[in-house]
């Protein structure tokens, strides 16, 4: 079974800040990961992924996460938040090709707050 | 439609009623999923289809609930006997792809939030 912990339910920042919000995963095979952002009355939205080859993956809006398989953790960076970035971020893990790879395994969230 | 839509938005149920929530997938789009959020917790998987076939409904909590699409679009889920543990935003999600899931992106619904006193 695949489970993810994220450390920290919520994290205030003040504007221009740089943030890291923690994810870990446990699981007994690869897999892929994923960061999902919901924004006030809105839907959940992918924010980026790691499937395979470069551990470091990136967003268009200036996100960063980077996989370490060997801390099993995809925690995700940005070096200066806008006001704008105030949401709830999830991480997500899901099982390699086959199987049950459509099933995605959330962590709690973390409410990002970035005050003025 | 642009995206996922779901209905109503927002839903009070007396415990003991049955409820059904709506979800219009993107057109054309091949996956569908439920999902459930509890208050302060991550969305929990509860089942998939693939077109009109339902692949996967083993995240069901219990026999109350009941999902469809019989036509390969728009989905139903069902709950019946609702009780005050069945309080939760209720999440549906749709992907073009039939498989091969992290390659096509999910698109998530705003949700329907259901509360049963």
């Known amino acids: 079974a695949q489970s993810v912990t994220q450390l920290d339910s919520q994290v205030p920042v003040f504007e221009e800040a740089p943030v890291e919000l923690r994810c870990n995963y446990s699981?007994?095979?690869?897999?892929?990961l994923f960061w999902y952002v919901q924004y006030p009355n809105q839907g959940l939205q992918l924010l980026l992924k790691?499937?395979?080859?470069?551990?470091l993956v990136e967003s268009i809006n200036g996100f960063e996460a980077e996989f370490n398989k060997s801390q099993t953790s995809f925690h995700l960076r940005k070096p200066s938040v806008h006001i704008s970035d105030t949401a709830e971020y999830f991480c997500?893990?899901?099982?390699?090709?086959?199987?049950?790879?459509?099933?995605?395994?959330f962590g709690k969230g973390t409410l990002l707050t970035v005050n003025p | 439609g642009a995206g996922v839509s779901q209905s109503p938005r927002y839903k009070v149920a007396k415990r003991g009623q049955d409820v059904a929530l709506r979800c219009d997938p993107i057109?054309?789009?091949?996956?569908l999923f439920w999902y459930q959020q509890a208050l302060g917790q991550g969305p929990e998987f509860l089942t998939y289809?693939?077109?009109?076939?339902?692949?996967?409904k083993s995240g069901l909590p219990s026999d109350r609930f009941f999902a469809e699409r019989p036509e390969g679009s728009v989905s139903t889920l069902k709950i019946q006997r609702t009780q005050q543990e069945d309080s939760a935003v209720y999440l549906c999600?749709?992907?073009?792809?039939?498989?091969?899931?992290?390659?096509?992106?999910?698109?998530f619904g705003n949700g329907t939030r259901l509360t049963v006193t």
């Open positions: 999600a749709s992907s073009l792809a039939g498989r091969g899931f992290h390659v096509s992106p999910l698109h």
């Open positions: 699981s007994s095979v690869s897999v892929y």
């Open positions: 790691y499937l395979s080859g470069s551990t």
């Open positions: 997500a893990v899901s099982g390699p090709s086959g199987g049950s790879n459509y099933k995605l395994t």
């Open positions: 057109s054309g789009h091949v996956s």
């Open positions: 289809f693939q077109n009109e076939a339902q692949l996967d």
